[in-house]
């Protein structure tokens, strides 16, 4: 069983807690004057995403969690489980589950590829590219030439996700998303 | 490759004022200036301590955590009011507020008691950090527990301590006896006390418990045993340390040796007793008080910055 101990903490290092992964977002080291050093750590939770502050006697061990993020491209959604292929010519795949998907799912029709975090070698958490591409399905019809007035209106893609767009959109036009924000970036020209 | 200094021109503008001005306060009260050796044979055998060791072809050295034991060999030898600005190192403590090498003033005063010494620190730290619009706040260690937690430190058991530390939802992991009844009581005063220092002004806590005495006197007070030690702060972060010194000799041998045992009991490497310490000590410390600033929190306090790295000119990641 890999461990760390408390003076290898950094921001980025994952631990078991409680039988569950966690990601150091922020190491102190606290001392009084004279006397017992601890570890105040701010973690969160890659299950819940959930951030909490946990303290370490300074120098004790905490047990290594087995995390590791890899470069996925999604194939296709059975209904039941997202499946993914890793990008680095092996061909391995991984099927995730929809507790691992989170907001990704909305972002993604096929081809992207995306971070995958695995526990224990089985996803725990998908991260989709920043941007994404998508087409719009259903909005109200274009206002031609108004692109001043800085009005908004909700359209649906053809993920199903629904994000605001400038007034002047069309159906079928595709528009850049930043998917980090969930927000309209750019409209796509027809190549 | 980054091999620019983690400090802006203005912090280092800042620091070489800062360094002047200690200068010329030491000066204008007739404390001299030494030097002392900052790789040594023995080192400190404080438990709550480690040393960084340097390993020499035919021996191994410690580098100073302070330079306590060879400036008392000075005071007993007659040396008068000494200070020192020196690099200190101590193993492992590294995070926004320590850096693993780091700058410290001490400074002694013969014949001066730590009330005195405050008063003094105090003058110094409004010199170094101006602007300060409160005055020091004087706070005994027992009254910081009692006023926080309504817990008397000097009575109280190890099991109330973790329900208190519970209370106020600090999650140790790993277990409650991970800590006897000191570490709680340093769990509580950092956790919960120290954040509520103001940051309007400097806040002196004195009269520790005796078990977290180090080389300070120890007296009675109030039916209590307390360590005559301050600590000052201004708001959470402590800046300074300061002793009644203990000057009887046998005390101090017997404190080393207490401390040493430990560590070994612990499993801990690091320096032999320092030998040369004890035996000046049994010559005569002169009554004296004693005080150790980190000087780099000093300037961070100055300038109102948050990380120790924006004020060390190459701070530890990137020496």
């Known amino acids: ?191 | 490759m980054e091999w620019q200094p983690s400090a802006g021109l203005e912090a280092l503008q800042a620091r070489a004022g800062l360094l002047r001005q200690v200068r010329e306060f030491m000066q204008v009260r007739g404390i001299m200036e030494v030097e002392t050796p900052a790789l040594s044979r023995a080192g400190t055998t404080d438990p709550a301590i480690d040393s960084l060791s340097v390993a020499l072809p035919r021996e191994l050295r410690y580098l100073h955590t302070s330079p306590e034991y060879p400036m008392k060999r000075l005071l007993a030898n007659g040396s008068g009011d000494i200070y020192q600005i020196c690099k200190v190192w101590r193993l492992d403590e590294s995070g926004s507020r320590h850096n693993p090498e780091f700058t410290l003033l001490e400074y002694y005063r013969v014949g001066h008691d730590y009330r005195q010494l405050m008063q003094e620190v105090g003058a110094l730290l409004a010199l170094l950090i101006p602007g300060l619009p409160a005055a020091p706040v004087f706070r005994e260690y027992r009254h910081c527990f009692l006023d926080t937690f309504g817990l008397d430190p000097f009575n109280t058991r190890p099991e109330t301590l973790a329900a208190c530390a519970a209370a106020h939802g600090l999650e140790l992991q790993g277990g409650q006896d991970k800590l006897d009844l000191q570490g709680w009581l340093d769990l509580l005063f950092s956790h919960v006390i120290e954040p509520g220092f103001p940051d309007t002004g400097l806040t002196f806590v004195y009269h520790y418990p005796a078990a977290q005495s180090a080389l300070a006197c120890v007296s009675e007070h109030e039916g209590y045993a307390v360590a005559c030690r301050f600590e000052v702060y201004l708001g959470p972060l402590e800046l300074g340390n300061g002793y009644q010194e203990l000057s009887d000799g046998a005390a101090n041998t017997r404190k080393l040796t207490r401390d040493a045992r430990q560590r070994s009991r612990e499993g801990r490497s690091g320096p032999v007793i320092d030998r040369r310490f004890l035996a000046a000590m049994q010559s005569g410390l002169p009554h004296c008080a004693g005080v150790a600033i980190g000087l780099d929190r000093v300037l961070l306090c100055r300038l109102g910055e948050k990380r120790l790295e924006q004020v060390i000119s190459f701070a530890w990641e990137l020496a």
């Open chain 1, 1 to 191: 069983m890999a461990t760390y101990n408390t003076s290898e903490f950094r921001s980025g290092l994952k631990l078991m807690i409680d039988g569950d992964p966690y990601v150091i977002v922020e190491n102190e080291f606290v001392k009084p004057g004279k006397g017992q050093a601890f570890n105040r750590v701010r973690v969160r939770n890659l299950k819940t995403g959930r951030v909490v502050e946990k303290t370490w006697k300074s120098g004790d061990s905490v047990e290594a969690a087995d995390v590791v993020d890899r470069e996925m491209e999604f194939l296709y959604n059975d209904g039941e489980f997202w499946h993914f292929m890793v990008t680095d010519g092996s061909f391995e795949q991984f099927a995730a589950a929809e507790s691992a998907m989170n907001d990704a799912a909305k972002w993604l029709k096929g081809n992207e590829v995306c971070t995958v975090t695995l526990w224990n070698d089985a996803p725990l958490n998908v991260t989709p590219p920043n941007f994404v591409e998508l087409q719009i399905v259903e909005t109200d019809p274009g206002v031609k030439g108004d692109t001043a007035s800085g009005g908004s209106k909700p359209a649906r893609l053809e993920t199903g996700a629904v994000i605001k767009v400038p007034l002047y959109m069309d159906q079928d036009e595709v528009v850049k998303i930043d998917t980090r924000s969930g927000e309209y970036v750019s409209r796509v020209k027809e190549s």
